[in-house]
């Protein structure tokens, strides 16, 4: 094996265990998630109805877990004029789910 050969089986063993951590991570944090894409949750400083999800990675000691992103609502639970579904909530700083308190616990 020459040092080529030696760096391209090095990427490969890595681009392969990035692509099974990030699906370990997202199974994960999918199966300990008790949002769902449509619900409004509320954090200390707004409420989204959410849209979209993206997997916050584990690393050291952080188990992974969800980032919700979703339309900003008015304390009415109508949405903002003009606004866009770029607003983000973390899974640790939800206070409510579709209206019912929830405490983050990292499992």
């Known amino acids: ?19 099974e951590m990030g699906e370990l991570d997202r199974s994960y944090a999918e199966s300990n998630s008790p949002v769902k894409i449509g619900d409004v949750i509320k954090d200390d400083y707004k409420m989204i109805r959410v849209t979209s999800t993206m997997v916050n990675r584990s690393y050291g000691r952080y188990l992974p877990s969800l980032k919700y992103f979703g339309i900003r609502l008015t ?18 700083n939800i206070r409510e789910i579709n209206g019912h308190p929830y405490k983050y616990e990292s499992k």
Request: net charge neutral; no cysteine.
């Open 1 to 19: 094996m020459n040092k080529e050969e030696y760096i391209q089986k090095r990427k490969d063993i890595d681009d392969r265990y990035e692509k």
């Open 75 to 92: 304390a009415k639970g109508t949405p903002y004029k003009h606004e866009k579904d770029d607003n983000l909530v973390w899974q640790a």
